[in-house]
């Protein structure tokens, strides 16, 4: 590793650092996973900035410190199965990768589920599972994860996001009409769910419904 590479990787843990992320395993994962190597190219000299990016599909990326607040919030455990909607460029699937035993990925768009399949494969994880696949529809199937993270704006009671849960199983998404909030909702050993508010949604827009093929 070069020692400017090294520099700012450094200087990118710290920024989360400064922005509340004091999870270790969180933290190490951020380090080793390069957001510039998720990005589009053209974006690799401002990866390392907390801000938004748009990655094609008119869809953007969250800022790294959104997604770490929203990964912070699952406290993911090694042995669980998670599910993330909204897989987008495969950067905050990677971050999840580091931490969870088993990580299923649905993104709407073909395109973006195809290059983010590339990028999971070159940067050598195994226990990464991605779908072109409509979250909203994807509790057909009958699995069920310890954990649900989606990229998106939900409105309630979003019962077919729900119904991808475990027992006990914890759901971070954005809730609301404005979706200003990210919450995280647990469901009880009887079906009660439990919200905690995590923080702001930025960066976030609303979870759209539905598979597209092409662009």
Same mark, same amino acid.
Request: charge should be neutral.
């Given at each position: 590793m %070069? $020692? /400017?590479e090294a520099e &700012? %990787? !450094?200087q990118f843990t710290l920024a989360m650092r400064a922005r509340g992320v004091d999870d270790l395993t969180l933290l190490r994962a951020l380090e080793r996973v390069q957001r510039a190597l998720f990005m589009p190219q053209r974006f690799a000299d401002i990866s390392g900035r907390d801000i938004a990016l748009p990655i094609g599909c008119g869809q953007t990326s969250p800022p790294p410190s959104t997604l770490a607040a929203m990964i912070a919030a699952l406290r993911i455990a090694p042995s669980e199965r998670v599910c993330e909607i909204g897989t987008g #460029? @495969?950067?905050c699937t $990677?971050? *999840?990768a580091q931490m969870a035993k088993q990580v #299923? /990925? *649905?993104e709407r768009f073909q395109t973006l589920a195809l290059e983010a399949k590339a990028r999971i494969s070159a940067f050598g994880l195994s226990n990464v599972e991605i779908l072109c696949a409509d979250g909203f529809d994807f509790h057909q199937t009958g699995r069920r994860f310890d954990k649900v993270i989606a990229h998106g704006i939900i409105e309630p009671p979003a019962r077919e996001i729900l119904s991808l849960l475990a027992p &006990? @199983? !914890?759901l971070v998404a954005a809730f609301g009409a404005k979706g200003e909030r990210i919450v995280r909702l647990t469901l009880g050993a009887e079906g009660p769910v439990h919200v905690t508010e995590v923080g702001p949604a930025r960066g976030l827009r609303p979870l759209e419904r539905g598979v597209s093929r092409g662009l």
């Open positions: %070069r $020692a /400017s &700012e %990787r !450094a #460029t @495969g950067y $990677a971050l *999840l #299923t /990925s *649905l &006990e @199983g !914890a």
